[in-house]
């Protein structure tokens, strides 16, 4: 058996919380340690629960590695255990690190300047526009954005990432051979090719509802900060935010219309001493010192100017017509006096150029 199989047992271990797992390969330098201690010796590990030890000493993990070991070669999945040069460096600082992470996909070292952006599954059709705005021009920057692949503003975090053609990773609460929810298994494939999908999971894990607070601390770990973007007052978003303090992570939020119950969240938190954001600049000048060492591709001045002179006199015209504000498509159509059919042509190209996007109900607005 290789060490990283030792991890994985460790990792497979039914019934004890991953920070009790650590203080144990710390405590005896080795997983493998692990198992060969005694009883007795398990049990004298400062504040480890007695049963705890049972539970490590009754675990017939052998064949347990075999059988996950089957079908990670199965399913196309990678394994990184905290002892390889892969692991995620800011991950690794927690107090409760993964022992083991299921990858598809690849994670580079580039991840290191990493920005998490999460928000409510239930949430408002500016909040979905605000996510995949921003993610767009983080990973215009340089930046890998990280969420959680949950409905609403996480997967619009990703979309707006894999729209500028950016790194994404996604953390899930259930196996990697388990899409949750099922409608985003297109946006898991995607994002598998263009980063990472990630779990400490074991395969075949149901997305069990009591999973997702855990996985969420990987989320931040994962970050240099966490931008929340909407959040009630009771959600797991405000986990998220929750962990993210206690690793020592950059919280920011947006701040939303004062009726909304989705802005709740992100109110409090502002009142609490999270940094007010308005845009992807106020996230890179508090993070500055982090990002010391990053070459961004943001667009320069001339980079803007060279974009807008490369649109048809068309396209220049209908761009002129849309604001910064949501506008329904008919009334583009009759602002612009051009077909129907024309004007939806010269919107998807313009969608195309990243010039303005679209969210749904045929909205659409300018991007910055």
């Excluded at 215009?140 to 990280?146: H, P």
């Excluded at 609490?272 to 982090?290: C, F, M, R, V, Y």
Aim: a negative charge; proline letters at 5%; hydrophobic letters at 40%.
């Amino acid at each position: 058996m290789e060490e990283r199989d030792y991890w994985l047992a460790l990792s497979l271990i039914p019934g004890v919380r991953t920070a009790d797992l650590y203080r144990l390969a710390e405590h005896f330098e080795s997983p493998k340690e692990v198992f060969l201690a005694p009883l007795e010796e398990l049990g004298q590990v400062e504040d480890l629960n007695p049963k705890i030890a049972a539970k490590v000493k009754e675990f017939d993990w052998e064949p347990a590695v075999k059988k996950e070991l089957a079908q990670i070669e199965q399913q196309g999945v990678s394994i990184i255990t905290l002892d390889d040069a892969e692991y995620p460096e800011h991950l690794k600082s927690i107090f409760d690190p993964p022992l083991a992470l299921y990858v598809k996909g690849d994670i580079r070292p580039q991840d290191y300047y990493s920005i998490a952006i999460v928000g409510s599954r239930r949430n408002t059709s500016y909040g979905r526009m605000l996510a995949e705005e921003l993610a767009f021009k983080l990973a215009e920057c340089g930046l890998t954005v990280v969420s959680g692949m949950a409905r609403g503003i996480d997967s619009a975090a990703h979309r707006g990432a894999l729209k500028y053609g950016g790194r994404t990773l996604a953390v899930l609460g259930c196996g990697l051979d388990v899409t949750y929810p099922p409608e985003n298994y297109e946006l898991m494939q995607r994002i598998s090719a263009s980063g990472a999908v990630i779990s400490e999971f074991p395969l075949s894990t149901p997305p069990h509802a009591y999973n997702f607070p855990i996985r969420n601390r990987i989320i931040s770990g994962l970050s240099l900060g966490v931008v929340v973007v909407e959040a009630a007052l009771r959600s797991g978003t405000m986990i998220t935010v929750g962990c993210a303090l206690e690793q020592g992570r950059e919280v920011f939020a947006f701040p939303g219309q004062v009726t909304s119950k989705y802005s709740r969240g992100t109110h409090a938190m502002i009142k609490q001493g999270a940094k007010l954001i308005e845009n992807t600049a106020d996230i890179l000048e508090e993070l500055k010192p982090q990002l010391a060492g990053l070459a961004t591709k943001a667009d320069t001045t001339e980079g803007k100017k060279a974009a807008l002179t490369a649109l048809t006199a068309e396209e220049s015209a209908v761009l002129e017509l849309l604001p910064y504000d949501l506008v329904h498509v008919d009334e583009l159509i009759i602002n612009s006096a051009l077909p129907a059919n024309k004007i939806l042509g010269v919107l998807m190209t313009l969608e195309m150029k990243g010039c303005i996007m679209q969210v749904p109900g045929k909205m659409f607005c300018r991007r910055e």
